[in-house]
């Protein structure tokens, strides 16, 4: 049973158009991530919450907008869309934000900009 | 800033071969340094995490070191397996905001 559900699995957007990549954890942790994988760069860390909070953000642009709903919910709208944000997004969490904490991964949405 | 590298990008290996995958780091505080394996289709998973408490650390046949005089740390297993091909990570936990910092990846391929 996936415990990190992650909707929708593939995506095909057409450039400059929006979407929302859906999040949400039944592990009943505090802290949740977003991270981008491409050929580019691995595996890259986007934005940590904790308590519904947002605490870091490494995304330079505002068209990546994370939004909670519910402590168990991080969906990722991403607006104005470009061929240069096809990506694999993977959503995770952890019991609490700290160096000692272990950090699951849902299984990814792929996102390709056509 | 911290930061993880990993050079080797990819692995073939035949089965009961022996596995070695080597990481370097910097950081300025202790580092809590880990091992993330996915594969095909999946989320990366944590393998192994190593820290200055443990120097060591061990699970399903796959064991991690960490050298604190040369900054490096390596994944090692004696006798890979086919279902062991997948993509290995080494990743840093940041010492500021707790994020994981990982390297480029490495892609095992074991042949039967």
């Known amino acids: 049973d996936p415990k990190i559900i992650q909707k929708p699995k593939y995506l095909v957007a057409v450039t400059g158009s929006e979407k929302i990549l859906i999040c949400e954890q039944y592990l009943g942790h505090n802290a949740m991530y977003w991270y981008r994988q491409s050929a580019k760069k691995p595996l890259e860390f986007m934005f940590s919450y904790s308590y519904q909070k947002l605490m870091d953000n490494q995304t330079a642009s505002s068209r990546f907008q994370p939004q909670s709903s519910k402590k168990n919910h991080l969906d990722l709208q991403i607006t104005a869309l470009k061929p240069d944000d096809s990506a694999t997004y993977f959503c995770?969490?952890?019991?609490?934000?700290?160096?000692?904490?272990?950090?699951?991964f849902g299984k990814g949405t792929r996102l390709t900009v056509v | 800033g911290d930061s993880v590298t990993q050079k080797q990008g990819q692995v073939t290996l035949s089965e009961d071969d022996f596995l070695f995958i080597n990481c370097t780091y910097s950081?300025?505080?202790?580092?809590?340094l880990l091992w993330y394996v996915q594969y095909l289709g999946q989320g990366p998973q944590l393998l192994l995490k190593?820290?200055?408490?443990?120097n060591k650390g061990i699970s399903r046949g796959f064991e991690a070191t960490y050298d604190k005089g040369t900054t490096s740390f390596h994944l090692q297993k004696a006798s890979v397996q086919e279902s062991d091909s997948a993509v290995y990570f080494c990743?840093?936990?940041?010492?500021?905001?707790?994020?994981?910092?990982f390297g480029s990846g490495t892609q095992l391929t074991v042949m039967p």
């Open positions: 950081t300025t505080t202790y580092p809590t």
């Open positions: 995770a969490s952890s019991q609490d934000r700290g160096k000692g904490t272990e950090v699951f």
């Open positions: 190593v820290t200055t408490a443990n």
């Open positions: 990743a840093l936990v940041d010492s500021g905001s707790w994020q994981l910092i």
